[in-house]
């Protein structure tokens, strides 16, 4: 059974190009020099120091010595912001002539108030795999959403294969093994989201995040119930007045911060929209798009007394998608053998997805060694996806010969013709509500975490779609009778209510040798599910190595069980039925890491790697469409994943950070009741197939750049480039490795010009004396216009050959971006 997919142009290319651009990017100077040493009050060395110029990307790191060396802009005014946990930010006016070189020594002096729990909090992260970013960066970062997750998907074992999304996968795992927390509070999105198109707004604004921490894996007990990665954001505790403002041709967001005079009340609060209805045009499917996309959220904070704070954080979230499609004409095939395939519609789809999200918090303090947290919180979704679309479509052959006239044109008659028709009326309402309590301990050698949480769930679903294809003899077979054949049929109501109980235990400790520090992180997770009565443990173990003989290098090993009871989606397979002795999936993993700081051309870099095997037990197997997971509803896979990651960090352009990344990862299964026809045209059993997020290669790169002699002018590079996925035919139960999409291959570009910065004045009766910096950026998506494939469609010819349509991504587009801090 033949399968025609479109050729798409080889890595070379994008070798090439990505090469000449790093290349040409990296050759500029700058014009002066300010180096020295950063340390503490007592006389020692500070390593991994924060120095930046403020309203810049431009800054640097100290190494393990303390030592730093910036290159910035000469023959200007410039603040140079030190800054590191449990110390006092330093400000640090800078005025240097042209080829200067500055010996500037650095001392930092200790928050005395905070100083314990922030140092333990720090010594934490460099235990674990945890990854921090600059959530500055995810502004920076050129594509069509300025998203935190767009910013994780440049990091080691992650994986994206579509722009619309910011859904990712993480080591073979699908979109639902991810955990996202912010502020400690679990976030979770809609069910019914088909494509990207959909998708919206995620919960994470940028512009209220304060840090950025993931894990790949290997993650501490700390964290639930999920099987893959885990990024947990933290938003902003104000000082003082404070907002920005962002707009482009895609979005608009407002964010606004402050603190009362005493300091007692803080409030974050944003507001954005968004609407990709000119990024959509772009799509090979024309027609009548109204994405509309909005959220508010908000976060206040009350200091009720010393010991005691209370906080709120709100979302709304309201993302409405309609579309009137009207005509789509996709070419694929080969060089020698390209076909069109022609589609006019009638009809409408109706989408809305609204979720809201409240969580409170009330802290306690009892002393400086000891802090309690209660939470409680309750997200509610209520999903709609209406839609009646009708197809007509001809398949024809493309001419291929130049000397002909009908080169390029459709031509002879149509290898197939036929009529769809997609319905569908699907509702979905759902509540989740927690309560928990969390707890830390603390003294000079030992940190201990506990947690206990309740959570109850409330689902309703009310499912009632089909899909008719009459096709040359595809779905309407010639049936004796005058029976209609209908696709893809769900006609169903399904109430889920139930109750889980989960809680952890985690302890911290260091021991110190001749030869080197050692950190043992060690935890115990429990949980139980009232629907299907399981109760799971799950211990979980971290080991950080740091040798005495080697200050450059860490080390560090982790392994544990990695438990994921079913949520609703897992529960119901592809008919719309529930199954009620469905178990938790497990997976155990066991990770190898490595971290080294050097310096080239005298500038910090770090460079990270990981090996990692993942045995994956009582597997729920599911299929992809776009990003829509549809699970099979039982237990009946088991398989692995097992790959290494590699990144390195640091000044490819001097004073300001750039990355690139690189995951090799196999994950396959073996799925109880699957055949394949062997040569002999025998049915055998399949044995270990690829995973649907089988993407073998990836890399990733985030790079920026500005000008020598002008600063205020720069450029910033995103680069992704995947292997292509496994995707199945419709016939999936005869041959189950029928092909691979694609790679995925982008290169997005973004050019900025600074209009307000430390630098800029104006008059007392000036509405811009108030802002602090005013960036204008010009985007380029898609750089080299390839045609990314995201799915299929499919039907037969006249020939009774299968083809399989390809569903093609977004193309060239140019935005404008403002962004204004005050």
């Given at each position: ?8 142009p ?15 990017l ?19 060395a ?39 946990l449990?110390f006092?930010?330093?400000r ?8 200067e ?26 235990r ?17 959403a300025?998203?935190?997750?767009r ?18 996968s ?9 955990l ?70 895609l ?15 803080t ?14 045009g ?41 579309f ?72 024809h ?5 130049m ?16 009529t ?16 928990e ?31 008719l ?61 009232d ?11 971290t ?8 200050a ?60 990692y ?16 997971i ?56 399949a ?17 920026q ?32 490795t ?17 209009l ?5 004045s ?8 108030h ?42 587009l ?9």
């Amino acid at each position: 059974m033949p399968i025609k997919r479109n050729s798409q142009p080889g890595i070379a290319r994008f070798v090439f190009i990505a090469f000449f651009s790093v290349i040409s990017l990296c050759l500029s100077a700058q014009q002066a020099l300010v180096e020295g040493h950063l340390k503490t009050s007592e006389g020692l060395a500070l390593e991994y120091v924060n120095l930046a110029l403020e309203d810049t990307f431009i800054g640097t790191i100290t190494d393990e010595n303390g030592y730093f060396r910036l290159e910035l802009p000469a023959n200007q005014p410039l603040v140079l912001i030190v800054s590191h946990l449990g110390f006092k930010p330093e400000r640090i006016p800078l005025t240097l002539e042209t080829g200067e070189t500055r010996q500037l020594d650095i001392t930092l002096e200790p928050l005395a108030t905070q100083l314990p729990d922030i140092e333990v909090l720090d010594r934490q992260v460099l235990r674990t795999d945890i990854i921090r970013l600059d959530p500055r960066l995810s502004t920076a970062l050129p594509g069509p959403a300025a998203s935190i997750e767009r910013l994780i998907q440049t990091l080691p074992g992650v994986s994206t294969a579509s722009e619309l999304s910011a859904q990712y996968s993480v080591r073979g795992g699908n979109y639902d093994e991810n955990l996202v927390y912010v502020n400690g509070i679990e976030i979770y999105r809609p069910f019914l989201v088909r494509s990207g198109q959909q998708e919206g707004l995620s919960f994470l604004n940028p512009e209220l995040v304060a840090s950025i921490n993931f894990s790949a894996g290997g993650f501490n007990a700390l964290y639930g119930d999920k099987m893959a990665s885990v990024l947990d954001i933290t938003y902003k505790e104000p000082l003082e007045f404070a907002g920005s403002f962002s707009l482009s041709l895609l979005e608009g967001a407002l964010h606004l911060e402050g603190a009362s005079d005493n300091g007692q009340f803080t409030y974050l609060v944003g507001v954005r929209y968004k609407s990709n209805q000119y990024l959509l045009g772009t799509l090979d499917t024309q027609g009548d798009y109204r994405p509309i996309f909005g959220d508010i959220q908000s976060l206040l904070r009350y200091q009720i007394s010393d010991q005691w704070s209370l906080s709120f954080l709100g979302n709304y979230n309201d993302n409405s998608y309609q579309f009137e499609p009207e005509v789509q004409r996709t070419r694929f095939g080969s060089i020698t053998d390209v076909r069109e395939f022609t589609v006019f519609f009638d009809g409408q789809e109706v989408n809305r997805f609204t979720t809201a999200t409240g969580a409170l918090s009330l802290e306690y303090r009892p002393h400086s060694n000891l802090s309690l947290q209660f939470i409680t919180s309750v997200f509610q979704s209520d999903e709609r996806e209406h839609f009646d679309i009708l197809g007509q479509y001809w398949l024809h052959r493309v001419g291929t010969d130049m000397g002909q006239d009908d080169f390029g044109q459709p031509t002879g008659e149509p290898l197939g013709v036929g009529t769809f028709l997609n319905h569908a009326r699907n509702y979905l309402n759902a509540i989740v509500w927690n309560t928990e309590t969390k707890g830390k301990w603390q003294n000079d050698k030992h940190e201990l975490r506990w947690g206990l949480k309740f959570q109850h769930e409330d689902i309703y679903d009310m499912l009632n779609e089909w899909t008719l294809i009459d096709s040359a003899g595809y779905s309407l077979p010639q049936y004796p009778s005058d029976a209609i054949v209908l696709q893809d049929t769900l006609n169903t109501r399904i109430n889920v209510r139930s109750s889980r109980f989960s809680g952890f235990l985690q302890n911290t400790w260091e021991m110190e040798r001749p030869h080197g520090r050692y950190a043992f992180t060690a935890g115990l997770r429990a949980n139980y599910w009232d629907f299907n009565k399981q109760f799971l443990l799950s211990p979980r173990t971290t080991v950080l190595y740091k040798p005495g003989w080697a200050a450059r290098w860490t080390f560090r090993a982790s392994a544990g069980y990695y438990h994921q009871p079913p949520f609703y989606r897992e529960l119901r397979d592809l008919e719309g039925q529930l199954n009620k002795d469905i178990r938790a999936q497990e997976s155990i993993h066991l990770v190898l890491g490595s971290s080294f700081h050097f310096t080239a051309w005298e500038r910090p870099f770090q460079y990270t790697t990981e090996v990692y095997y993942k045995f994956l037990n009582d597997l729920i197997p599911y299929q992809i469409d776009n990003v829509r997971i549809r699970y099979l509803a039982d237990n009946i896979s088991k398989g692995y994943a097992t790959g290494l990651d590699m990144k390195i960090h640091g000044e490819f352009v001097p004073g300001i950070d750039s990355w690139a990344s690189l995951s090799i990862m196999q994950t396959r299964e073996e799925i109880t009741g699957t055949y394949v026809f062997n040569p002999d045209s025998e049915l055998v059993p399949a044995g270990y197939i690829p995973r649907p997020t089988d993407q073998r290669f990836h890399f990733s790169m985030f790079f920026q750049d500005f000008l020598p002699r002008n600063p205020s002018y720069q450029v910033q590079l995103g680069f992704f480039f995947g292997t292509g996925l496994p995707f199945w035919p419709p016939t999936r139960d005869q041959n189950v490795t029928s092909g691979r999409m694609p790679s995925y291959q982008r290169v997005d570009i973004g050019f900025s010009k600074q209009l307000i910065g430390e630098n800029s004045s104006f008059q007392e009766s000036s509405p811009f004396r108030h802002f602090e910096s005013m960036w204008l950026t010009a985007e380029v998506f898609n750089l080299l216009e390839i045609k990314n494939t995201i799915s299929y469609s499919w039907i037969k010819d006249v020939e009774n050959q299968l083809f399989a349509i390809p569903n093609y991504l977004t193309s060239r587009l140019i935005n404008i971006k403002l962004i204004a801090r005050f």
